[in-house]
C-alpha cells in the first residue's frame, strides 16, 4: 500500500488511524555514513561522519577504518542509570568489541551495536551504528552508519524520540522477525560529490530487497548529502537477516555472532561457546528463505504470457538470491506445443529465453544472447541438471572446468565471465518433466552456494516450473484454438468478378479465441458472386464444429446455385438433422456484377449496410427477418436490390452493433455512419468500423465483418452467342471467341481460348437435349468463358487410350486453363474456365 509522505510518525510507530500527531523533527537523528572497501580502507565520509568523529573528510579517506573508530570497550556497570535513560536502546550494551571486528571489509551479516569511542577533543562518545555488507563487483564492501547515543538519549529525556533508533527511521516495531523497512519513491540522482554513489546507489537494493536503482539514488542522495534518515516512502520490505533488536544481549555478543556467522560460512565446526548464536543465525537464515520464497511466489505467474512469465522467474531471484540468472527452455515449450515427452538428451535444443544480471549493461549480452539455442554434451553439469531432475552445486569454476564450459560456445570466450564464480543449475520441472533449467552465479566476492541454498534452489524451482507449465498449456491451448478457428475461416480472395472484399474477423475474449462466427464468398456461374456471413449462437468448441459445419453445407449448395431463399430453406433442414442444441443465424446473398443486382435472404440476422457511390449515403437493406437457422418450418423470404458500380455492401455479425442493456437500433446507427465514412481503401473501411464499433461497451461476443465493393462490369465487357445443337456450330464458336478477343485487345489469348470454347460447346452440342446452347465471353479481372446447356450431368476428367475418340477436351482445358469448373443450374450445367489477362 503507498503509504506516501508520513512526517508526522514518530520513528519506531507509523502514522495510521488513532495516532497522536508528533513533532515533525522528532526523532530526526544526525547520522554519521561510512563506507568501507574490500581492504578495509575508508572509501567515503560524510560531514556527519566529520561531526561525530571531529575529523575532517581529506583526513579519512583512503585510512584504515578500526584507526579512525578506535574501539575503548564496553560500557561500565556504573553507568547503569545512564543506560537505562535510553529506554529499549540498553539492548546494545556491550557490543563495543563487534564493531571493530567488523570494520575490516570482510562483513558477510548485518550487525548491529553500541560503542563508547575516543574522540580528539571530546573525550569519549557514547555511538551507536548499524553495519550492512554490500555484495557486488565494486570495490566497497560495508556501509556503517552511526549515531550520537547522548543526542538520542536527550531526545528521549525530552520526550521528543518515540521509539529505538535505526538507520532506516520509519521501522515498524515488530517481536523477532526485525524492522519493516519503508521504501522511498524513485527520484533525484545520487550526491555528485561522492564519486561512488552511483555504486552505492546501484547496490543499495541488495541490502533492502526488491529496490530498484532508481529507488536506491534517492536514500544515497539525502543520507550522503545530509546524514539525515529517509523519511518519505511508498511501500514495505524486510531486511534480509536482521539481528533481534529487542532480546537483551550479554557482554560481546556482537563479536560472537560475527564469529559464528563467519563459521557457519565457511561450513566449519562451530565452537561449543557459539552454538546458541549460531543457531540464532540459522534460524534467522531459514526464517530469510522462506519469506525470500513467499517474495518470489508473489512476483511470478502474475499471468498466463510465456514470455512474461520468463521474465518474471529470471527477476525474481536477481539479486538477492544470485548475480546471474540465465533460463533456458526446451523448444517444445518455446514453441507453445505439446508436453515435451522422454528424458532430455544430447540432442536436445534448449533455447536461452532470459538472462537477468548484476554486471555493467551489455557485458553478457554479446556472448550469450538471449534467443540462442543450443545442446549440451554429456559431460557438462547442464546436462547432469537436466537428465537427472536435480540441482547441480559447484562451489566455484575453475579455470579447468570454465574452460570445458567455454568450448560449448563457438568463437566466443565466456571464460572471464563464469572462472570464480559459484554456481547452483536448478531444472525446472512440472509432472516430472524437465521443462528447462536455470543457471546462477554469484561473484567470486560473494559467499558461494551451499547445501542450504541448493535445497533453496530447489523449491524456487519447482515453483517456477509450475507456473511456466500453466503459461506452456496456456499457450499451447490458445495455439490450438487459433488453428482451429484459423482453419474453419476462408482465406477469401480480395478480388472477385466484378467485386472486391475485404473481411475481419475478432474473437470474443483472450480466453475463448473460438467461436461460432464465419464468412464467405463462392464463385458462382454467370460471374457472379455468392457472399455469406453467419453466426452459430454460443462459444467454444461446440459452436465452432457446428459453425464449421453450416459452412461446408452453404459452400456445397450454392455451387448448385440454388436461390438464396431456398438455400437457407435446406440448411434449416439439415441443422435440424444435426441436432437441437444449436441455432444460428445467417445472411445469404448472390451479386450480379452484369445485371447490377443483389439478391438476398435472411435468417434471423441483422440487415446488411449499402453505401451508395452516388452521394455516400448509407441505409440499412430492409429484408424480412425470418427465423434462425435450426427453429424449423419457418418459410424464407428473398429480395432483388438494384446496385451501382462503386457502392458497397457492408454484413456483419451482431457482436459488433449489440452491447448489453442498450438497444440494438443505436449499434445499427453506429455502422451505418461508420460504414459510410470516406476510406481509400478497403482495408482501411473496415478499420474505420472496427475502430468506432469495436470497443463499445467492453465488447465479449466475436466479430465477423465482411464488406464488398460492387464494381460491375460494364456491357461492352459481355460477349454471348446462342447456338444450335448442331456440330457444325462448333467452327462459328471458334470464329466468334477469335474475333471477339482481338476486339478486346486480346489477341494473345485468342488461340488457347479458341481451342478450350470450342472443346466445351462440343460437348455441349453433344450432351444437350432441347434447349440451344449458349456461349458467353466476360472480361473483367480475368477472361472467363461460360458454355450453358440443359444436360444436369456434370462432365469429369477421365483418362484416354490412344484409340480412343472421347476424353481429350476436358484433358485440354484443365492444362491450359488458369482455373476451370462446373456446376449445375435450374436448367441444366455451366462448365467454365479462365485465363489471366496478359500485362499491358
Not at 521474465?311 to 515449450?333: C, H, I, M, N, W
Not at 572462472?419 to 543449475?425: D, E, F, I, K, V
Not at 475463448?512 to 454467370?526: A, N
Not at 438464396?564 to 443465424?585: E, F, K, M
Amino acid at each position: 500500500m503507498d503509504h506516501g509522505t508520513q512526517r508526522d510518525a514518530p520513528p519506531g510507530r507509523r502514522a495510521g488511524p488513532g495516532a497522536v500527531p508528533a513533532d515533525p523533527v522528532a526523532g530526526r537523528v544526525p547520522l554519521a555514513v561510512v563506507v568501507v572497501d574490500r581492504e578495509g580502507l575508508v572509501s567515503h565520509w560524510s560531514r556527519g561522519a566529520r561531526r561525530l568523529f571531529a575529523l575532517p573528510k581529506e583526513e579519512a579517506i583512503g585510512r584504515p577504518a578500526p584507526d579512525l573508530l578506535p574501539v575503548s570497550g564496553v560500557l561500565p556497570d556504573d553507568e547503569t542509570e545512564d543506560a537505562t535513560a535510553y529506554g529499549r536502546y540498553a539492548a546494545y550494551d556491550g557490543l563495543g568489541p563487534g564493531l571493530e571486528s567488523s570494520l575490516d571489509g570482510q562483513l558477510s551479516y548485518p550487525v548491529a551495536g553500541r560503542a563508547r569511542l575516543t574522540v580528539p577533543g571530546n573525550d569519549r562518545v557514547d555511538v551507536l551504528w548499524w553495519a550492512y555488507p554490500l555484495v557486488g563487483p565494486g570495490r566497497e564492501r560495508l556501509l556503517v552508519l552511526a549515531a550520537d547515543a547522548d543526542g538520542l538519549r536527550r531526545d528521549h529525556t525530552e520526550g521528543r524520540a518515540g521509539g529505538r533508533p535505526t538507520p532506516e527511521t520509519r521501522a515498524e516495531e515488530s517481536a523477532g522477525d526485525g524492522p519493516i523497512v519503508e521504501r522511498i519513491a524513485p527520484g533525484f540522482a545520487p550526491h555528485t560529490d561522492f564519486p561512488g554513489a552511483g555504486e552505492l546507489a546501484r547496490r543499495l537494493p541488495e541490502i533492502l530487497p526488491s529496490m530498484s536503482v532508481g529507488e536506491s539514488a534517492r536514500i544515497v542522495a539525502q543520507v550522503l548529502e545530509l546524514g539525515y534518515p529517509i523519511l518519505e516512502f511508498s511501500r514495505n520490505d524486510r531486511v534480509p537477516i536482521t539481528p533481534d533488536w529487542g532480546v537483551p544481549r550479554r557482554a560481546g555478543r556482537g563479536a560472537r555472532r560475527e564469529r559464528a556467522a563467519r563459521a557457519l560460512a565457511a561450513g566449519e565446526p562451530v565452537p561449543d561457546d557459539l552454538r546458541d548464536e549460531a543457531e540464532d543465525l540459522e534460524y534467522a537464515a531459514v526464517r530469510e528463505r522462506l519469506e525470500f520464497l513467499n517474495e518470489v511466489s508473489g512476483r511470478i505467474g502474475t499471468s498466463l504470457d510465456l514470455s512474461r512469465t520468463i521474465v518474471e522467474v529470471s527477476k525474481a531471484v536477481v539479486p538477492r538470491f544470485t548475480d546471474v540468472a540465465g533460463t533456458y527452455l526446451r523448444e517444445q515449450v518455446v514453441a507453445g506445443e505439446g508436453f515435451p515427452d522422454g528424458v532430455p538428451d544430447t540432442t536436445t535444443m534448449w533455447h536461452r529465453v532470459a538472462l537477468e544480471h548484476t554486471d555493467e549493461p551489455g557485458r553478457w549480452d554479446d556472448v550469450v544472447p538471449v534467443g540462442e539455442a543450443m545442446p549440451f554434451p554429456a559431460h557438462t553439469p547442464f546436462f547432469q541438471c537436466m537428465t537427472s531432475g536435480e540441482p547441480v552445486l559447484v562451489p566455484r569454476i575453475t579455470e579447468e572446468m570454465g574452460h570445458a564450459i567455454a568450448s560449448q560456445f563457438e568463437k566466443r570466450d565466456i571464460r572471464p565471465l563464469i572462472t570464480g564464480r559459484s554456481m547452483l543449475l536448478v531444472p525446472l520441472k512440472a509432472r516430472d518433466v524437465v521443462l528447462g533449467f536455470m543457471i546462477l552465479l554469484r561473484h567470486p566476492e560473494r559467499p558461494v552456494f551451499n547445501d542450504m541454498d541448493r535445497v533453496t534452489g530447489a523449491e524456487l524451482a519447482a515453483r517456477a516450473g509450475l507456473v511456466l507449465d500453466n503459461a506452456r498449456m496456456y499457450t499451447y491451448q490458445e495455439n490450438v484454438a487459433e488453428t482451429l478457428q484459423d482453419s474453419m475461416l476462408p482465406h477469401i480472395p480480395a478480388h472477385m468478378a466484378g467485386c472486391d472484399i475485404s473481411t475481419r474477423y475478432l474473437p470474443g475474449t483472450l480466453l475463448g479465441r473460438v467461436g461460432g462466427d464465419w464468412f464467405d464468398s463462392v464463385k458462382l456461374p454467370g460471374a457472379r458472386t455468392a457472399l455469406v456471413v453467419g453466426d452459430v449462437m454460443g462459444h467454444g468448441l461446440g459452436s465452432a464444429a457446428m459453425m464449421g459445419q453450416l459452412r461446408t453445407a452453404v459452400q456445397t449448395m450454392a455451387g448448385l446455385d440454388l436461390p438464396p431463399a431456398q438455400l437457407l430453406r435446406n440448411l434449416d433442414d439439415l441443422a435440424q438433422r444435426l441436432g437441437d442444441t444449436h441455432l444460428a443465424t445467417c445472411l445469404y446473398a448472390v451479386y450480379d456484377p452484369i445485371a447490377g443486382e443483389l439478391h438476398l435472404a435472411n435468417a434471423g440476422h441483422i440487415p446488411p449496410v449499402l453505401v451508395r457511390a452516388e452521394d455516400g449515403a448509407s441505409e440499412l437493406i430492409d429484408l424480412p427477418t425470418g427465423a434462425p437457422i435450426g427453429v424449423g418450418g419457418v418459410p424464407f423470404e428473398s429480395v432483388r436490390v438494384r446496385v451501382a458500380p462503386g457502392d458497397r455492401l457492408v454484413m456483419c455479425t451482431d457482436g459488433l452493433v449489440e452491447v448489453r442493456g442498450e438497444d440494438i437500433g443505436v449499434g445499427l446507427a453506429a455502422l451505418c455512419e461508420s460504414a459510410a465514412h470516406p476510406a481509400a481503401s478497403m482495408d482501411d473501411a473496415c478499420d474505420t468500423i472496427i475502430r468506432a464499433l469495436g470497443t463499445r461497451g467492453g465488447r465479449k461476443d466475436d466479430v465477423a465483418l465482411l464488406m464488398a465493393r460492387l464494381t460491375g462490369i460494364q456491357p461492352d465487357a459481355v460477349a454471348e452467342w446462342r447456338l444450335a445443337r448442331d456440330p457444325a456450330e462448333v467452327g462459328r464458336a471458334r470464329a466468334a471467341v477469335r474475333e471477339q478477343l482481338h476486339d478486346w485487345g486480346l489477341p494473345k489469348l485468342a488461340d488457347s481460348a479458341e481451342l478450350m470454347a470450342g472443346e466445351l460447346v462440343t460437348n455441349a452440342v453433344r450432351h444437350a437435349h432441347a434447349r440451344p446452347v449458349e456461349l458467353r465471353l466476360v472480361r473483367a479481372d480475368t477472361l472467363l468463358c461460360e458454355v450453358d446447356d440443359d444436360d444436369h450431368e456434370l462432365p469429369a476428367l477421365r483418362g484416354a487410350g490412344p484409340d480412343d475418340e472421347a476424353g481429350r477436351g476436358l484433358r485440354v482445358v484443365s492444362t491450359l486453363a488458369r482455373e476451370w469448373g462446373a456446376s449445375r443450374t435450374k436448367a441444366g450445367k455451366t462448365v467454365w474456365f479462365e485465363l489471366t489477362l496478359p500485362r499491358r
